[in-house]
């Protein structure tokens, strides 16, 4: 087992690069990647970041040198031949050969496109513009740097000892949590933490004791990188990205309308088994459910993100009912969030109504909370999101409208064009 205080007090990036290979990422984002490949990879998107967290001023905390440094080496990488022949012959969710080979053949020649970064009011403005199949993957990599390197920032005046104490502490807390899961019948979890995560090392670690902790319960890791590694299942389907960028290019209100349903379309053309599980938040799920074209209903699941968990699952499970489908037979994923609470409360709640999945995030991989003095390491909610598509802005609402995205005059519209019944704003904690 990796000595963590050792190696953080040790480190250099040269050593510990944050971003260390291409299949470091999220596996939604390879999954997405060859949707766009074959559908829109002339499309020209912008991502950019936004720190939701705004007191936290990442710009006084990162620097600049260093953040540089670290976003030239992960445009370095390339697939080496082991990883490619990892995506190219493994069997993911019961399918071999899920990538194609002309995707594949792209891949394995692509490198990170360029960026473009300075500093805002304390914060930095991180964007990437260019082909969507090119800009797309840039998303994990760089939430990943900023991360890291906003946790070496307030590790680095720590001893030894004072690591070895804040590790033990911090492993306690994840391993009390898992002793909590070990308690629910027919748990299926798996970690979701790879945007957000403290470090690579330490969600490393955390896969690692969900693995020994849990056994056949933890279903695998969206890290793809951590999954080839520890040999457990890549995790992941699709994200409010593809969504955003369909609507984006609507050429009208009624093109817009319809976007949604496009991108389901579209990926029940691509995939099929337990990829079909639908997201449907991106512009309030009230709405979204009340649209859906029928043969959504034999998709296998729905992920409830943005909206309260309890209500969600309640409004998936009256959805599915009025659609004539047994809801026990049915795929409730949830993600957006979590904690050992929640997930026990959602747990009571619907165990035996409905399958039930978890994708937990950022407070399995980045719980450092109230380990370091004014909450100096405690996580902060930083997203990297599109902005633009062909010229065009790109506008996400949610069921908690706190995070909405777009200019004021295209949210105001597409809450025309969609509604806003079901909404409800919350607080973002992560």
Request: aromatic share 10%; net charge negative; with cysteine.
């Amino acid at each position: 087992m990796t000595d963590l205080a050792k190696r953080v007090y040790d480190h250099t990036w040269k050593i510990d690069p944050i971003v260390r290979s291409l299949l470091d990422t999220d596996f939604y984002k390879l999954l997405m990647a060859q949707t766009i490949f074959r559908r829109h990879r002339d499309t020209r998107v912008t991502f950019g970041i936004q720190n939701r967290s705004s007191r936290v001023r990442l710009a006084d905390l990162v620097d600049e040198g260093e953040l540089r440094e670290q976003l030239d080496h992960a445009r370095s990488l390339r697939l080496t031949r082991g990883e490619s022949t990892w995506l190219r012959g493994n069997t993911f969710y019961g399918k071999r050969q899920m990538f194609s080979a002309e995707f594949m053949d792209w891949l394995e020649g692509f490198r990170l496109p360029e960026y473009e970064l300075e500093k805002q009011d304390g914060q930095y403005a991180l964007t990437f513009h260019g082909p969507w199949i090119e800009t797309t993957l840039w998303e994990v990599p760089a939430l990943a740097i900023l991360n890291e390197l906003r946790s070496r920032g307030v590790l680095r005046g720590l001893g030894k000892f004072e690591l070895q104490v804040l590790y033990a502490r911090a492993m306690t807390r994840v391993w009390e949590k898992i002793e909590r899961l070990k308690r629910l019948p027919d748990l299926s979890i798996a970690d979701f933490g790879t945007r957000r995560r403290h470090g690579f090392l330490w969600q490393d670690w955390c896969v690692e004791a969900m693995l020994a902790g849990l056994g056949p319960a933890f279903t695998g890791t969206s890290n793809c990188l951590i999954a080839l590694r520890r040999e457990v299942e890549a995790i992941g389907t699709n994200a409010h990205e593809l969504p955003m960028v369909y609507a984006a290019l609507a050429e009208d209100d009624a093109a817009l309308a319809a976007a949604p349903y496009a991108v389901l379309k579209d990926w029940q053309q691509d995939y099929e088994g337990n990829l079909l599980v639908v997201l449907p938040d991106t512009y309030g799920t009230t709405g979204f459910l009340a649209h859906a074209p029928d043969w959504m209903t034999a998709w296998t699941g729905m992920r409830i993100d943005s909206k309260e968990p309890i209500a969600g699952g309640e409004e998936a499970i009256a959805w599915w009912r009025s659609r004539g489908s047994d809801p026990r037979e049915k795929l409730a994923i949830f993600s957006d969030g979590l904690d050992i609470d929640t997930i026990e409360t959602v747990h009571a709640h619907f165990h035996g109504r409905v399958r039930i999945g978890y994708g937990w995030g950022t407070l399995l991989t980045n719980d450092f909370r109230g380990l370091v003095s004014d909450g100096a390491l405690d996580p902060i909610s930083i997203v990297c999101k599109v902005l633009a598509a062909d010229g065009r802005p790109a506008v996400k609402i949610s069921d908690n409208p706190t995070k909405a995205i777009g200019p004021s005059t295209e949210v105001a519209r597409y809450k025309r064009v969609f509604g806003t019944q079901g909404q409800e704003s919350a607080p973002v904690l992560v």
